[in-house]
Each structure stands twice: as C-alpha cells, then as structure tokens.
C-alpha cells in the first residue's frame, strides 16, 4: 500500500482559499486514483474530489464544484486540492485516499489507503 501524508489545513475566514497536499510514498503512485474526503464533527466522511491514475476522469461532490480543483503531480507524487470561495460548512477534517483502479470511486469503502488528515477551519 501507499503511504499518504496531507499537509496545508489550516485556520481561515469564509471566502478565503486553502490548497491542501497529499504526498504518497512508493513508486507506484501513477498507478492510483487519488480522492479527497472530509469529515465533519458527527457526520460520515464524504467524498469532495477524486482523480483518476491518468488524470483523464476527474470527479467532484457538487458541494466542491465551481470552488475546488484536484490536481496531481505523478512525477512529485502529490495530489492536490486547491479550495476557494470556502465557507464555514467546508469546516472538517480532510483526508487524501488512494486506491488502485481504473475510474475514481467516490465511496470510501472502495478505497484501502488513507493518509492521518489535516483540519480546515472556515470561521463565517
């Protein structure tokens, strides 16, 4: 399995931006589509943005559209997610998953690889 390490949370004021880091070990990052969830306080995780190995088939919760861009850098094996416009119910932990598959799945259950999370904060 690959190791996943998020970085880039933070503290910020509605309609500020963030761009969140998810660096993954191994040599065999390109193989993975990449995904970003969240968690809020006494809610289930949900999807937010997910990217396929090849970068051609990129999803998105329609809650992210219009605001947030995945990205990824398969020669830096990072995954990227760059939010704007945030606000306050973006508040939650967040946490880069990875799995090896040709689409990106958008159930956590589908995917084996989780980094440990790093918090955003959106105060309105």
């Known amino acids: 399995q690959v190791q996943l390490v998020e970085s880039g949370g933070g503290w910020v004021q509605a309609g500020d931006s963030l761009r969140l880091s998810c660096a993954a070990s191994?040599?065999?990052?390109?193989?993975?589509?990449m995904a970003w969830f969240r968690q809020a306080p006494g809610k289930e995780r949900e999807f937010v943005a997910g990217?396929?190995?090849?970068?051609?088939?990129?999803n998105y919760a329609d809650s992210a559209k219009g605001r947030f861009t995945i990205s990824r850098d398969n020669a830096k094996s990072t995954v990227y997610l760059q939010m704007n416009s945030l606000k306050p119910e973006d508040t939650a932990v967040y946490y880069c998953?990875?799995?090896?598959?040709?689409?990106?799945?958008?159930?956590?259950?589908?995917?084996?690889?989780w980094g440990q999370g790093t918090q955003v904060t959106v105060s309105s």
């Open positions: 998953a990875a799995r090896i598959c040709l689409g990106v799945p958008t159930l956590q259950y589908d995917y084996g690889s």
């Open positions: 990217k396929s190995w090849s970068g051609v088939i990129t």
């Open positions: 191994g040599r065999t990052f390109s193989r993975y589509a």
